[in-house]
C-alpha cells in the first residue's frame, strides 16, 4: 500500500503565495510521475502540474505544467524523500479548489498503479 499526505492548503488573498507539498510512503519501488490536480466546486478534476521521472534530465524529471498556471506557479520534486511541492505565486481566486496530490507508482512487490492523496483545501479571496 502506498499513501500521499498533502499540506500546505489554507486561506490566503489574491496576489498572494501558498506552498503545498506531498510526501508519498509505503511499498514504493520507484515514482513514475508525481503531481498535483485540483478540483473547483462544480468542476471536474484537472491537472495543474506533474513531474515525470526523466533520469536523462539533469533533475531527474520533465515538467507540465497547465497553462493557466505557468508563471505563477512552480512544481519540484525531492526524488529521494518521494516528495512534490507546488509553490504558488500571484494566485486568483480561480486557483480555489481542493487539491490532491498523484503519485505513479511501481511497486516493491511488483505492480504499478495510480494513488491519490486525501486533498488539500486552498481558497483565494479576493
Known amino acids: 500500500q502506498v499513501h500521499l499526505v498533502e499540506s500546505g492548503g489554507g486561506l490566503v488573498q489574491a496576489g498572494g503565495s501558498l506552498n503545498l507539498s506531498c510526501v508519498a510512503s509505503?511499498?514504493?519501488?520507484?515514482?513514475?510521475?508525481m503531481g498535483w490536480y485540483r478540483q473547483a466546486p462544480g468542476k471536474h478534476r484537472e491537472r495543474v502540474a506533474m513531474t515525470i521521472s526523466d533520469y536523462s534530465a539533469h533533475i531527474g524529471y520533465s515538467i507540465n505544467l497547465q497553462e493557466s498556471v505557468k508563471g505563477r506557479f512552480t512544481i519540484t520534486r525531492d526524488i529521494a524523500k518521494n516528495t512534490v511541492y507546488l509553490q504558488m505565486n500571484q494566485v486568483k481566486p480561480e486557483d480555489t479548489a481542493v487539491y490532491y496530490c498523484?503519485?505513479?507508482?511501481?511497486?516493491?512487490?511488483?505492480?504499478?498503479?495510480?494513488?491519490w492523496g486525501q486533498g488539500t483545501q486552498v481558497t483565494v479571496s479576493s
Open positions: 509505503g511499498n514504493i519501488f520507484k515514482i513514475n510521475a
Open positions: 498523484k503519485a505513479d507508482v511501481v511497486l516493491n512487490t511488483h505492480g504499478r498503479d495510480d494513488y
